[in-house]
């Protein structure tokens, strides 16, 4: 089976995260990736380190490029320019996230391509859209914290906490990605290409969903519970003999096999516990009776026990564990790279699992203007 973005080009003038964990994703479905890069610093994240790989390239950098071409053109250079817009004439695709309109400064206006190559699909990806916001410097932190997700994360007594990775970014290289499979599929339809513009705030207030729906529908506004679930009982962590365990329990039935298998089965009848809601305005009695229970053996024990009857339920992992546990359920969730000079790059597999399999690009994340010299050939033949 081919690859399903097989003979589709990229034209990637994007970097830090979003963009480049979007191309990346075109990538990975088979589209070819040339990934354009300043001369002499490339990418931001290339210095966004340590941590370094073996081969010296930041792990940042590393996270969101494999399966790319990198070149390097001066875009205020009139031969790297013609270069550029050579690139775009070959490209179905264009993404950048240059500050708002600075991409059109050095002339490369998203209209004015689109109208000159009728089938391209530009996308523009931006910290708070194109209008009002377009001065504002667009970070995923700062994203977090001015869209709402900082101040519903964290212990309730606590400080406001953003996520333990650059969510905002990858939520948006997800979006990206949804709207230019889209637009390939619009153009299939009608030979018509597309601007798409897709920004942080715009994405994180997507991702919100039930938090942002009890503000908009009923009017609430959603504060700090640490792990628990704003609208389900138990869905939280639990303490255990050793440690904590994190235990989601979706409906009644589902408490109820927790309540027998704890040897506590009266909870389930208990009026302060029968339904969800009663569970959820008495939380705090419910959590002190199950924390009892659970004292009398570990995390990983009470994890079993509870899965074995059809509990959700976990310890808490490294990040380490979570690949172990990933490769003993037989997920293969990591794989080797392999760069032009033989280098190798431990990479995190697609989530996407194909049947039939198409084949996946090998290629470990490029060093700075790697493919500079056949890129460059490609670029000035017959131009």
């Known amino acids: 089976m081919s690859a399903p973005l097989e003979g589709i080009v990229v034209a990637d ?26 001369p002499g610093t490339g990418d931001d994240t290339r210095a966004w380190g340590p941590p370094y790989a073996e081969s010296g390239i930041t792990t ?13 053109l001066d875009l205020t250079d009139p031969g790297d320019v013609a270069r550029a817009r050579e690139l775009i004439a070959r490209s179905d695709v264009v993404i950048e996230n240059f500050r708002p309109g600075l991409f059109a400064t050095l002339g490369f206006d998203g209209d004015a391509l689109i109208a000159q190559h009728p089938g391209l699909v530009y996308v523009s990806v931006s910290g708070f859209g194109l209008g009002a916001g377009a001065a504002l410097p667009g970070y995923d932190f700062v994203a977090q914290a001015v869209g709402g997700l900082m101040h519903i994360t964290g212990e309730t007594d606590g400080e406001e906490m953003k996520a333990g990775v650059a969510l905002v970014d990858v939520l948006t290289g997800k979006d990206a990605v949804i709207g230019i499979l889209a637009a390939l599929r619009r153009r299939e339809l009608t030979g018509r290409g597309s601007r798409i513009d897709v920004n942080l705030l715009s ?4 991702a919100l969903v039930n938090q942002m729906s009890a503000h908009l529908g009923a009017g609430a ?30 409906n009644d039935a589902q408490f109820a096999r927790m309540a027998t298998e704890l040897g506590c089965p009266q909870l389930a009848a208990d009026p302060r516990f029968l339904r969800n ?3 959820v305005a008495h939380r705090e009695e419910l959590v002190a009776e199950l924390e009892s229970s659970l004292s009398a053996d570990t995390a990983a024990a009470w994890a ?3 899965n074995r009857v059809g509990v959700a339920a976990g310890v808490v992992n490294t990040i380490g564990d979570g690949i172990a546990l990933a490769e003993e359920l037989g997920l293969d969730p990591v794989w080797d790279a392999v760069g032009t000079d033989g280098r190798r790059s431990t990479q995190i597999r697609s ?4 049947s039939p399999a198409i084949p996946v690009s090998a290629s470990a994340p490029p060093r700075l203007g790697e493919h500079d010299e056949s890129v460059r050939a490609w670029l000035d033949a017959d131009r």
């Open 13 to 38: 003038f994007s970097r830090v995260l979003a963009g480049p964990l979007a191309t990346m994703t075109l990538a990975d479905l088979g589209a070819r990736v040339i990934k354009v890069e300043r």
């Open 60 to 72: 940042y950098f590393e996270s969101a490029n494999r399966g790319k071409e990198s070149v390097t």
């Open 203 to 206: 994405s994180l207030q997507a």
């Open 221 to 250: 506004e959603p504060e700090r519970l640490g792990n628990r679930h704003p609208s389900i009982a138990p869905y939280e962590s639990l303490r255990c003999a050793d440690a904590p365990i994190a235990v989601a329990c979706g």
């Open 277 to 279: 809601s009663e569970r």
């Open 304 to 306: 079993a026990r509870l």
């Open 351 to 354: 989530p996407l699992t194909w």
